[in-house]
Nanobody, 128 residues
Framework: QVQLVESGGGSVQAGGSLRLSCAAS?????????MGWFRQVPGKEREVVAR????????TYADSVKGRFTVSQDNAKNTVYLQMDSLKPEDTGMYYC????????????????????WGQGTQVTVSS
């Protein structure tokens, strides 16, 4: 059974940094899985900030976070990290990691409805 557990959220001032972790179990990073980091604020749908093909160590970032957020992975720990630098107040939200089984020939989706495994979320608050 696939399980995802996030950690690392918190409160920081604008310009600061946080690193989120997503520990995955039930599959390994060589599998045909898409992983994604999403964020959500009240009243809005979850939006993707990064999509990850762990089998290839490739990541696609949303335009809003390019150059500021970086995804990395530790295959031995089956953990994906989201390093968030130069944080802005608009980065505030609940952050989730998610995954779904997907053939390696297709691009990982941006729609949260494509993802059927979710972590519990971790809150990130950026103050101005």
């Amino acid at each position: 059974q696939v399980q995802l557990v996030e950690s690392g959220g918190g409160s920081v001032q604008a310009g600061g940094s946080l690193r989120l972790s997503c520990a995955a179990s039930g599959y390994n990073f060589r599998s045909s899985v898409c992983m994604g980091w999403f964020r959500q604020v009240p009243g809005k749908e979850r939006e993707v900030v990064a999509r990850v093909r762990t089998s290839r160590s490739t990541t696609t970032y949303a335009d809003s976070v390019k150059g500021r957020f970086t995804v990395s992975q530790d295959n031995a720990k089956n953990t994906v990290y989201l390093q968030m630098d130069s944080l802005k107040p608009e980065d505030t939200g609940m952050y989730y990691c998610a995954a779904y089984w997907a053939r390696t020939s297709i691009e990982c989706g941006t729609d949260h409805r494509s993802y059927n495994f979710w972590g519990q979320g971790t809150q990130v608050t950026v103050s101005s």
